[in-house]
């Protein structure tokens, strides 16, 4: 037990001391105010743009976003330097995601459109389209429809599947730290990442060999 706790005290300080977020995270559970405010500037529009893809809605995006920091800072007090900052919070984000699509599962008469524009720039979207088909188009796309072919393809994913992709390709997450925020094995989210690049490829090839629209119809990705 005591050894135990020494080991837990020892990563406690490992991590504070590589990681400057986990720092203000622990000034936050001291009632710093300015540290919690630092933090939300660093992750609120990264966290917008995972939760959109993921509920394929700009403004509920929005509202999950501050549902997450309001339970980080509930938990402040509880907190433990057991991980890097961001596979924490990502790890709430998650659940908060999936408590909200299956609630719209469970009130399927609520549909959401999601927006036209979102927070990506160019470069995500492009690592995202030539990491998914090992192609380009011959013609250019505007970000316009990159972003709504990305949207579309990432829909066909299951959750699961759209999560590790987003982690991965969005906030450059390890193997190992995207297994922490899903509960998962490095070896099972390698394994998930690779059904996902094989659904994403299926789902773009129409696209790039004749200029079909994704779509998710009848695509089935499984339940992993």
Known sequence: MGTALV????????YALRDPDVRLMLQVRDDDAAAFEELVLRYQARL?????????????AEDLTQDVFLRVYRARKRYVAGAKFSTWLYTIANNVASNAIRSRMRHPEVTLQPRDSG??????????????????????????????????????????????????KFENMSYADIGETMGLTPQAVKSLLSRA?????????PYFQHGERPTIEGHNPGSV
């Open 48 to 60: 917008v743009t995972v939760l959109e893809h993921l509920v394929g809605n700009r403004d509920q």
């Open 7 to 14: 080991v837990s005290e020892s990563s406690a300080r490992r």
């Open 119 to 168: 927070p990506m720039g160019a470069r995500p979207l492009d690592v995202m389209l030539q990491a998914s088909s090992g192609q380009m188009p011959a013609r250019q796309l505007d970000k316009a429809e990159m972003r709504e072919i990305v949207r579309l393809a990432l829909e066909a994913l299951s959750e699961r599947q759209r999560m590790a992709v987003l982690l991965n």
């Open 197 to 205: 690049r094989g659904n994403l490829r299926e789902v773009l090839q």
